[in-house]
């Protein structure tokens, strides 16, 4: 059973635009939330984060968002640029392990 | 220290023979991850070793896979009799400390394809 999910395969946005990705978890357990990046041919690398006692973390252009009752999380990247094309994904951290969403492939147009 | 280390990038192997991947991690790091991706799909859990002590396994992880992280150090993990459905992307990820919100570096993985 799959308990981080993106349902956004997919995402296009215009250099400069805003880049919303979106993500959901079913266990209410999960406390700490991650989103790592993925280049082609290369491992996921480390994005940004955030504990559940916080509803947002920002860091400079990249910023998160939690809704504990929703269980929804979203990475807000503003604004986009084309070296942010990548695939995402959004992963809930266990303190053994970390559960990840299928990834969302961002597409940032010039 | 240039990261997360995987050997070899690339195995392409018949069915049945058995595939040993080689994960050298950040040398402080004590946590140490496998984990699996196949195509469309994000990274999913196969095994963790604290030091050289293998704390937890995932059902994936069937008794064809073996995972050794003998001293502590860099970790070996196995596939025997390999299917081809073993065919996917493993990674290797490292931690500095176990807990919640701690950073994991994860190396470029070994894509194994199983003819």
């Known amino acids: 059973d799959q308990q981080v999910k993106q349902n956004s395969p997919s995402l296009s946005v215009q250099e400069g635009r805003i880049s919303i990705l979106n993500c959901d978890y079913t266990?209410?357990?999960?406390?700490?939330f991650l989103w790592y990046k993925k280049y082609p041919a290369e491992g996921p690398t480390f994005l940004i984060s955030i504990s559940s006692i916080k509803d947002k973390n920002e860091d400079g252009r990249f910023t998160v968002f939690l809704n504990k009752s929703a269980k929804h999380l979203s990475l807000h990247i503003v604004p986009s640029q084309p070296g942010d094309s990548a695939v995402y994904f959004c992963a809930a951290d266990t303190g053994n392990q970390f559960y990840f969403g299928t990834g969302t492939s961002l597409t940032v147009i010039p | 220290d240039t990261g997360v280390s995987q050997n070899p990038r690339h195995k392409i192997t018949k069915r049945g023979q058995n595939v040993t991947f080689r994960c050298d991690p950040i040398s402080e790091h004590n946590r140490l991850y496998w984990y699996r991706q196949t195509l469309g799909q994000g990274p999913e859990f196969l095994t963790y070793?604290?030091?050289?002590?293998?704390?937890?396994k995932s059902r994936l992880l069937s008794d064809r896979f073996s995972a050794e992280r003998p001293k502590g150090s860099f970790s070996t993990l196995e596939i025997q009799r390999t299917e081809q459905g073993d065919s996917a992307m493993y990674l290797c990820?490292?931690?500095?400390?176990?807990?919640?919100?701690?950073?994991?570096?994860f190396g470029q993985g070994t894509r194994l394809t199983v003819v």
């Open positions: 990820a490292s931690s500095s400390d176990p807990g919640l919100g701690t950073e994991a570096f």
């Open positions: 070793f604290q030091n050289e002590a293998q704390l937890e």
């Open positions: 266990n209410s357990m999960f406390d700490y």
